[in-house]
């Protein structure tokens, strides 16, 4: 019986780190093939740039036939490291392989009818027959959308932002990794700045978001007058089944209703998922709508509404905003 074990241990292991190379290698394909978006010219790395940290440098994102949505495309390398376990600014998905899916039918996004259009696309190109067979063996049919699903999902997780100076500071013990001015701003960032109490620095990496939800001045005050027809709008939706993400994407008034969208709970209204802080020097423009160009006004905007919403309202010199991007820029 032992040997058995220790034969099918030594077999077994090599096959799943092949099929895991495998399907990431398939996601990757997928992630670049611009034929499963309706008019063949966008891909989920239209959006999700590796050169940009899989962000677009854009205020909101631009899909199929030039169309526009209404949120800042988020970064995907940062996910894994994040633990996020809830997706979209709203958190309206709950698991990534749902998620992967989603932009692929997304009418502003790569424009797919439904889920039958995507397959037979797929299945049309002889090179993902095989690759599909390889990479899901015992998959019956070779293609379906929950193995396109899997294979994206896995590409996703396996992007990884790279190794920050905060990283090295405090994973690694060297410290000599923050400049005296970073060093300040993590002193600002933890202390009176109140920042790490959402963009929390536990993990390993550090996973700078609490995955909370949290209101923002951004955006809202546009649809305050408005705001009872508005939700009862997505209510009366809701009831019917509509797709929240289709909805938001289309509708730049509701989109900023945030996690209302998905739990119609007025408590929730304008509260966004908080982002996780990693490589954000990187993925300018900012917030859930892209309205801030740059890391400095996003850090005046923080410094100001967190303190104000947390009734202590704070007050940063120059020199102290500059220490606290030195150390954004570390992260
Ligand atoms: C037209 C631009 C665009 C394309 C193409 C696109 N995305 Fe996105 N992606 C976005 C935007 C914008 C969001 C945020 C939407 C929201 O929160 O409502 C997003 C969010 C996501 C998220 C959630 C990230 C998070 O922080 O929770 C995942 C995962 C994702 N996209 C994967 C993909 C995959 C896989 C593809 C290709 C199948 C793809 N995207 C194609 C713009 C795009
Ligand atoms: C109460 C929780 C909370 C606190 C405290 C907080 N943040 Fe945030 N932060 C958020 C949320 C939520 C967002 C997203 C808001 C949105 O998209 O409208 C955000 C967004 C940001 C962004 C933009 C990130 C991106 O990718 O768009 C930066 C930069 C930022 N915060 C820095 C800070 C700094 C610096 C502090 C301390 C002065 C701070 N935050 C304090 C919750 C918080």
């Known amino acids: 019986m032992g040997a058995v074990a ?6 077994r292991q090599p096959d799943t780190w092949v099929l895991l190379t ?12 611009p034929h499963l978006s309706a008019d063949g010219t966008v891909r989920c790395a239209s959006c999700h740039m590796p050169e940009k940290g899989y962000t677009d440098g854009r205020r909101v994102a631009v899909g199929v036939e030039g169309r526009t949505g209404t949120r800042n495309t988020p970064s995907l390398m940062t996910l894994e490291e994040a633990q996020e376990t809830s997706f979209f600014w709203d958190g309206r998905r709950s698991s990534l392989d749902q998620a992967v899916l989603d932009p692929l039918t997304n009418p502003v996004e790569m424009g797919l009818h439904n889920q039958a259009e995507l397959l037979q696309r797929v299945q049309e190109d002889s090179a993902y027959t095989s690759a599909f067979a390889q990479a899901f063996p015992e998959a019956k049919p070779v293609i379906s959308s929950e193995h396109i699903a899997a294979a994206l999902a896995e590409y996703v997780r396996s992007l990884r932002s790279p190794e920050s100076a905060y990283d090295r500071y405090a994973l690694h013990g060297d410290k000599t990794a923050l400049d005296q001015r970073a060093l300040l701003g993590l002193a600002i960032f933890k202390g009176k700045g109140h920042c790490a109490e959402c963009h929390r620095l536990g993990g390993a990496p550090a996973v700078l978001t609490d995955h909370a939800y949290h209101r923002t001045g951004m955006g809202l005050d546009a649809i305050t007058a ?18 929240i993400g289709n909805r938001v994407a289309t509708h730049a008034d509701e989109a900023q209703l ?35 160009a740059t890391l ?36």
């Open 22 to 33: 495998q399907r990431i290698a398939l996601g990757k394909q997928l992630f670049n093939d």
């Open 6 to 11: 220790i034969s099918h241990k030594v077999v």
């Open 296 to 331: 400095d006004d996003a850090i005046d905007r923080e410094v100001y509404y967190r303190s104000l919403q947390a009734g202590r309202p704070l007050q940063l010199t120059v020199e102290e905003r500059e220490d606290l991007k030195s150390f954004l820029q570390a992260l």
């Open 258 to 292: 945030g996690r209302f969208n998905v739990t119609q709970d007025p408590a929730d209204i304008g509260l966004f998922r908080t982002p996780s802080l990693r490589d954000v020097s990187h993925t300018a423009p900012y917030m859930h709508d892209g309205s801030v």
């Open 226 to 243: 408005n705001l009872p027809n508005l939700t009862e709008d997505v209510i009366k939706r809701s009831l019917q089944g509509g797709a």
